[in-house]
Nanobody, 122 residues
């Protein structure tokens, strides 16, 4: 079992930045691929970014490529998402996730946090 707790969400103006964090506990953090998904009201949960075990391999949704950066600190069991140049369309609940499989589908991940709200005002 892995427990995931997100933090760092909030309200920001368009063009601003936020850094999300995800603290993991339980089984060895470095054993899991990690990712961020988001869900806006009335929409399905969508992939945002993922990082493999060591952090050297990453993947991003086209909508965030060049603006968001995913990273992990295996020594401190923490996952990050640096979000720059935020847009109103980035408004959503952001979820941290972990799993043994690599992929951009939510079915690739076994463990999910409770989510943190990000709101971008225009």
């Amino acid at each position: 079992q892995v427990q995931l707790v997100e933090s760092g969400g909030g309200l920001v103006q368009a063009g601003g930045s936020l850094r999300l964090s995800c603290a993991a506990s339980g089984r060895t953090f470095s054993m899991y691929n990690m990712g961020w998904f988001r869900q806006a009201p009335g929409k399905e949960r969508e992939f945002v970014a993922a990082t493999a075990l060591s952090g050297r391999l990453t993947s991003y949704a086209d909508s965030v490529k060049g603006r968001f950066t995913i990273s992990r600190d295996n020594a401190n069991n923490t996952l990050y998402l640096q979000m720059n140049s935020l847009k109103p369309g980035d408004t959503a609940v952001y979820y941290c996730t972990a799993g043994p499989r690599w992929g951009i589908a939510n079915t690739a991940y076994d463990y999910w946090g409770q989510g943190t709200q990000v709101t971008v005002s225009s």
